[in-house]
Structure formats: structure tokens, C-alpha cells
């Protein structure tokens, strides 16, 4: 059984960073495409990056260039490095993992059958 626990999140004001943090158990990172959603109240799951087995990387168009995902096979943990963050960033961030994803499936949600609970990011003045 695969199992995620999210961590990591807060309160930061436009313009900081956080790093989430996704300790996963039952499987190695290594060996599956982990990857980060966000839910805003009111609004669809969105894509946010992923990280494929292989550690090839895939990033939303709204988080190029200033969010890096990443991986410690040592730690079995993957991370989102958050930086320049502003109030369309806030939201519940997701962390998902499946194994045999194909690159073209990396940013559907349906793809995931393992969820963490998530955590909360506040960007705010």
C-alpha cells in the first residue's frame, strides 16, 4: 500500500517561498511518477509539476521558472521548491503517485490512484 504525507505548507505574503515536502511509503520514488496538484476553493484540481521515474521533469505553464520539483531516493521524499509566490498560489497542494504513467498522462489527475490528505498555501498581504 502506497502511502503519502504531505508537508511543508503556510502563510507566506507575495514574493516568498516554501518548499513541500512528500514522504512517500510502499514504494520507491524511483519507481513511480510523483507529482503535485493544487486545489484552490471553488476551482478545479490543477496540475502543478511532476517527477517521473526516470527523473525527468514537467512543470504547469503558471509555475515555469519559479517552482522545481525534486526527489531524495535516500529519503524516499519528493519536494516542490515554491518561490515567488503570489495570491493565485494559494491553495491545497496534493501530492500523487502512480507507477507506468506515460509523459502524455503526467498532468491528469485521474492517472493517480495514491493521494496524500494535502497541505494548505497561503500567499497574502
Known amino acids: 500500500q502506497v502511502h503519502l504525507v504531505e508537508s511543508g505548507g503556510g502563510s507566506v505574503q507575495p514574493g516568498g517561498s516554501l518548499r513541500l515536502s512528500c514522504v512517500v511509503s510502499?514504494?520507491?520514488?524511483?519507481?513511480?511518477?510523483t507529482t503535485w496538484f493544487r486545489q484552490a476553493p471553488g476551482k478545479e484540481r490543477e496540475f502543478v509539476a511532476a517527477?517521473?521515474?526516470?527523473?525527468?521533469?514537467l512543470y504547469a505553464d503558471s509555475v515555469k521558472g519559479r517552482f522545481t520539483v525534486s526527489r531524495d531516493n535516500a529519503k524516499n521524499t519528493a519536494y516542490l521548491q515554491m518561490n515567488s509566490l503570489n495570491v493565485e498560489d494559494t491553495a491545497v497542494y496534493l501530492c500523487?503517485?502512480?507507477?507506468?504513467?506515460?509523459?502524455?498522462?503526467?498532468?491528469?489527475?485521474?492517472?493517480?490512484?495514491?493521494w496524500g490528505q494535502g497541505t494548505q498555501v497561503t500567499v497574502s498581504s
Open positions: 500523487a503517485a502512480a507507477s507506468g504513467v506515460i509523459w502524455s498522462s503526467l498532468s491528469n489527475s485521474q492517472s493517480y490512484h495514491h
Open positions: 510502499g514504494r520507491a520514488v524511483s519507481r513511480q511518477a
Open positions: 517527477i517521473q521515474w526516470t527523473g525527468n521533469t
